[in-house]
């Protein structure tokens, strides 16, 4: 990013930032992800977090019709929006059926665990470094989306 200013000062531009990006959970956790796969040796002991989505909006609520709910899931993951993330990702997306989605690349935006009207991330257990990170208890339905040949 861009130390440009736009207020009238006269300001040197040496195309540096004091900003500084990757410290978030999610952010550690794909860097330490792509540093295990880019490594030799796969070693495991991430801690983890036991997380149950829940289904909270009423049964009539529109926003059921664009991304069906599979009822109470449970999952691993690292944090609450990565459990979402983790449910998400059971799904199926666009792309391995011949669809299309409405206004992305990718269907696992839509998913009615990303909506947080649609349902609820409480945490269940912390600091579990026996489990893989994944759904626990549940069922993720596969067929969320329809595809236009038989």
């Given at each position: 990013?861009?130390?440009v200013v736009r207020n009238g000062e006269?300001?040197?531009?040496n195309a540096t930032t004091t900003n500084t990006f990757g410290r978030s959970v999610e952010s550690q956790a794909q860097i330490d992800d792509a540093a295990t796969i880019g490594s030799a040796s796969v070693g495991g002991g991430e801690t983890l977090n036991i997380y149950r989505l829940e289904p909270i909006a009423a049964p009539d609520d529109p926003r059921w019709e664009?991304?069906?709910?599979?009822g109470v899931i449970v999952v691993?993951?690292?944090t609450a929006g990565d459990a979402r993330i983790v449910a998400?990702?059971?799904?199926?997306?666009?792309?391995?059926v011949d669809a299309a989605?409405?206004?992305d690349v990718t269907t696992v935006n839509a998913s009615a665990f990303r909506d947080?009207?649609?349902y609820t991330v409480i945490e269940v257990e912390h600091g579990r470094s026996d489990l893989e990170r994944g759904v626990v208890e549940g069922t993720?339905?596969?067929d969320t989306i329809l595809p236009v040949q038989v």
């Open positions: 990013m861009s130390n006269n300001a040197a531009n664009n991304a069906p709910g599979h691993a993951a690292r998400a990702s059971r799904e199926l997306d666009f792309m391995e989605p409405a206004e947080d009207k649609l993720v339905s596969v």
